[in-house]
């Protein structure tokens, strides 16, 4: 089955306590993607790849690390996590050819708790 | 990218055609409507997507105006299991990045 999994579905954590979530997709897909969604603020954009070692930022990278080694995997490094950046993440990937338009498959989300 | 205006809710009776429209006003000649819709917390889902025909697939039908500044999202016969909020986006055909607007909470009640 094509998907984007996501693992934790739910982390608790401390305060600079250093996490990574993982993101990995099966559709060969070169573009990923990640965003958080928060209440009244709507899903923002963190980072995102186009391929294999190629990133950039998105609208609220700050705090966050993200790396692309390989195709299918795009992991959140969160270098030391802090009470604002709890929220609700997901990945998500594309096909996503130039001049060619693509729908987005997300994955399943992470709920994160920075305490 | 384009900004779009949804309305902020909506109800439909279950079994009948759901409408959701959406405004793109400064949509531009090589940009592309998209819909997706989320249920409560899961992942955002994709609909379906068009440039200036309309389109349809399994899920729903995207009708576009012939100026572009306008579409409507139609469910033909809303379930209960449609009951989320759809977010029409627009985006550029040569970038990746999607933009979540607030979307619209659709209700579909017995």
């Known amino acids: 089955e094509a998907q984007v999994t996501q693992n934790p579905r739910y982390l608790i954590t401390v305060t600079g306590k250093k996490l990574t979530v993982t993101c990995s997709q099966n559709?060969?897909?070169?573009?990923m993607s990640w965003y958080r969604q928060d209440p009244g603020l709507g899903l923002r954009q963190i980072y995102y790849?186009?391929?294999?070692?190629?990133?950039d930022k998105g609208d609220v990278p700050e705090g966050y690390k993200v790396s692309r080694k390989e195709k299918r995997n795009f992991p959140l490094i969160l270098e030391s996590p802090s009470p604002n950046q709890t929220s609700l993440y997901f990945c998500?990937?594309?096909?996503?050819?130039?001049?060619?338009?693509?729908?987005?498959?997300f994955g399943s989300g992470t709920r994160l708790t920075v305490v | 990218d384009a900004k779009t205006t949804q309305p902020t809710s909506m109800d439909c009776a279950e079994g009948r055609a759901a409408n959701l429209p959406c405004n793109h006003s400064?949509?531009?000649?090589?940009?592309?409507v998209y819909w997706y819709r989320q249920i409560h917390s899961q992942g955002p889902q994709y609909i379906i997507h068009?440039?200036?025909n309309n389109e349809t697939n399994e899920m729903a039908s995207l009708i576009i105006t012939e100026d572009r500044k306008s579409s409507t999202l139609i469910l033909p016969h809303a379930t209960l299991r449609d009951t989320a909020v759809y977010y029409c986006?627009?985006?550029?055909?040569?970038?990746?990045?999607?933009?979540f607007g607030q979307g619209t909470e659709l209700s579909v009640k017995p």
């Open positions: 998500a990937s594309s096909a996503d050819r130039r001049g060619v338009s693509y729908g987005y498959t």
């Open positions: 559709m060969n897909h070169e573009y």
């Open positions: 790849s186009m391929n294999v070692e190629v990133t």
């Open positions: 400064t949509i531009s000649g090589n940009e592309y």
């Open positions: 068009g440039l200036k």
């Open positions: 986006i627009v985006r550029h055909n040569q970038g990746g990045k999607l933009i």
